[in-house]
């Protein structure tokens, strides 16, 4: 971990336990299955795959709120560092200031009951961050100026508002308590594509001017495009590729990336029939299939992809993959452009 990287997750592992059995072991599902990533501080990194590949089970595992198996996340924000894996109580608490996470439905997410400025001053009360309501109020009309929300608007309650209004309630709640670590699970999937774009600038406007570290999970990759940094690839529980968003979008390495990539609608009537769909559902991470994960669903498999599991292996500059044919697939990849 270098003094800039902000998470270092190392092998991380979430395993859950399905049912009970009279005999033998019951069935785990490996949500997470040995994933290592390092998000350096202030990127808006993205995590992508499909339904399933456990994207939200390893955000929450970066935030404490799922068990976490094996591994360790290293988290340092210049003023602490914790293991979050194996991180107490107290610090715990501590840390829940420092990392949020922003939900991805706007409409479950608010209480019906509360006010707006209720809504967002929960945070501060819980944690005993602010000491009068003076204090509290404060903070609460400065982070609803920064989300773009009015003095009027928190004397309302949530139903009176629009999915993007409501949004940016969740938004300046997850904030209020000054963070430095967001986790945001497909927090524009549920909105209009023009509304997405607002809530997608001012997440990047908050970012910067908050100097926050985003991990931004969507499935949605021309979302992805526009806003991060640097993307995750996960398929059934492991990462296939990580690159800065450029090279991952102009030069993909991986089959299942390219499938993705190649999925994106195009405005290009000459690229309708590029388009490399995949074939099949994601097999079940309680019985994943050997060798390289995504061998049963990729138009290249071979023999080697159905015994060994793929290295962990470096293509270019912050660019890595892992697939045993690389090399050979790159040359015949088309690339998109990012945004
Ligand atoms: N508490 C749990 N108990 C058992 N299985 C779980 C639990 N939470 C998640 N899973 C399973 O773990 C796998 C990964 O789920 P996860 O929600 O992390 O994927 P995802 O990529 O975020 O998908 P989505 O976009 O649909 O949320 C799925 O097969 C899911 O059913």
Redesign the pocket.
């Known amino acids: 971990m270098t003094s800039s990287t902000h998470i270092s997750v190392k092998d991380i592992g979430v395993h ?1 336990t ?1 049912g009970r059995r009279l005999i033998g072991k019951p069935p785990v ?1 490996r ?2 299955d040995g994933v290592s990533l390092d998000i350096p501080k202030g990127c808006f990194f993205g995590l992508v ?12 595992a970066m935030l404490k709120a ?1 068990p976490i198996t094996t591994g360790h996340i290293k988290y340092d924000d210049g003023d602490v560092q914790y293991d979050i894996a194996t991180i107490g109580k107290d610090e715990l608490k501590d840390y829940r200031s420092r990392a949020q996470l922003i939900f991805q439905d706007p409409y479950a997410a608010l209480s019906p009951r509360m006010t707006v400025r209720d809504i967002i001053a929960e945070p501060l009360e819980v944690m005993g961050i602010t000491k009068t309501r003076e204090e509290t109020d404060n903070r609460v009309r400065e982070i609803a100026a920064k989300c773009r929300l009015n003095l009027e608007h928190l004397r309302r309650f949530p139903h009176a508002f629009s999915g993007g209004q409501r949004q940016r309630i969740s938004i300046a709640r997850a904030l209020v308590c000054e963070p430095k670590f967001i986790v945001a ?2 927090s524009v999937a549920a909105l209009d594509v023009s509304i997405q774009a607002d809530i997608l600038n001012l997440l990047k406007q908050l970012q910067q001017d908050m100097d926050i570290t985003f991990l931004f ?1 969507s ?1 949605d990759l021309s979302v992805v495009a526009h806003t991060c940094d640097h993307v995750a690839v ?1 398929y059934l ?1 492991r990462l296939v590729e990580t690159a800065p968003t450029r090279s991952l979008f102009n030069a993909p390495r991986h089959p299942y990336t390219k499938a993705l990539l190649s999925a994106i609608p195009s405005l290009d009537p000459d690229d309708a029939g590029r388009a490399q769909r995949l074939s099949g559902e994601i097999p ?3 019985n994943p299939p050997d060798g390289c994960r995504f061998h049963t669903r990729c138009p290249h498999a071979r023999e080697k992809c159905k015994i060994d599991v793929p290295k962990w292996r470096q293509m270019a500059d912050e660019h890595f993959v892992s697939c045993h044919y690389a090399e050979e697939l790159a040359e015949a990849s088309e690339p998109v452009p990012a945004g």
């Open positions: 859950f399905l599902l949500a997470v795959g499909e339904s399933g590949s456990g994207k939200t089970t390893l955000g929450r799922v699970d497909e999970i499935h996960m529980g079940s991470p309680a």
